[in-house]
């Protein structure tokens, strides 16, 4: 990937305060656990912010900039018309076409998608093939000239770099049941109505008054009775 990490973070840094907007505090990669209120307050500006670090491409970032504002755009976009109150056949169509744009242009992000049990495996299979290149080439250098030596290098690289990137690309995935759901938000919406009636907002706030204050306020012994 092409890194522009200093370039986000800076654009990220600098987004300015508006009504019913959290201003970010911390730079783009130091925020986690990624939640549903600092989703939905900045979700409508990452479109934006991604744009700037990915401004001005050269002719090899070309394709992979433009995929990455395609995926993240139609992605925010579905999530800005899931928010609707009401819904449309029109409105349902849209977001899955914005939901089917997202699945063509995400593995731009497959990278990021990496294990630490992928890694350790990629890195295994990278220290492998290091060891095997150079055991051929301890048994070859009678035979080979410096030049031809460093001739054949590039293409060992190369070979590694492959090797380390069919992996991932096999390893990586986005299947996992926040991903899939989506694909349901639309049957559901057809079958049941409006999905804001069924948010879990009010039941978490409930559960906090209801069981986390008297559980505080009690002797801890027997504490739900």
């Not at 169509?93 to 990496?114: A, D, G, P, V």
């Not at 690289?157 to 986005?174: D, P, T």
Request: hydrophobic share 30%; charged share 30%; proline share 5%.
């Amino acid at each position: 990937m092409h890194k522009p990490q200093q370039a986000l973070d800076d654009a990220w840094k600098e987004i300015p305060p508006y009504p019913g907007f959290s201003v970010p505090k911390k730079a783009y990669c130091e925020i986690t656990p990624w939640q549903g209120k600092k989703m939905r307050s900045l979700g409508p500006g990452i479109s934006a912010i991604m744009g700037s670090p990915l401004r001005n491409p050269d002719s090899s970032q070309y394709d992979d900039f433009k995929g990455a504002l395609k995926c993240v755009s139609s992605l925010v976009d579905f999530s800005l018309m899931a928010q609707y109150r009401s819904h449309t056949p029109d409105t349902l169509s849209y977001r899955e076409s914005y939901l089917q744009t997202f699945h063509r242009t995400k593995n731009i992000f497959l990278e990021f998608r990496t294990s630490k049990a992928t890694r350790t495996r990629a890195d295994r299979q990278d220290r492998e093939l290091r060891e095997l290149i150079a055991d051929q080439r301890a048994k070859e250098v009678h035979h080979r000239t410096v030049p031809n030596r460093r001739r054949q290098a590039d293409p060992e690289r190369v070979e590694r770099s492959n090797r380390w990137a069919g992996l991932i690309r096999c390893e990586n995935h986005f299947i996992f049941i926040k991903m899939h759901y989506l694909t349901h938000m639309a049957s559901h919406v057809r079958r049941f109505g409006s999905i804001s009636m069924y948010s879990t907002d009010i039941g978490e706030l409930a559960y906090k008054d209801e069981i986390n204050d008297g559980y505080r306020r009690s002797n801890r012994n027997e504490a739900t009775r």
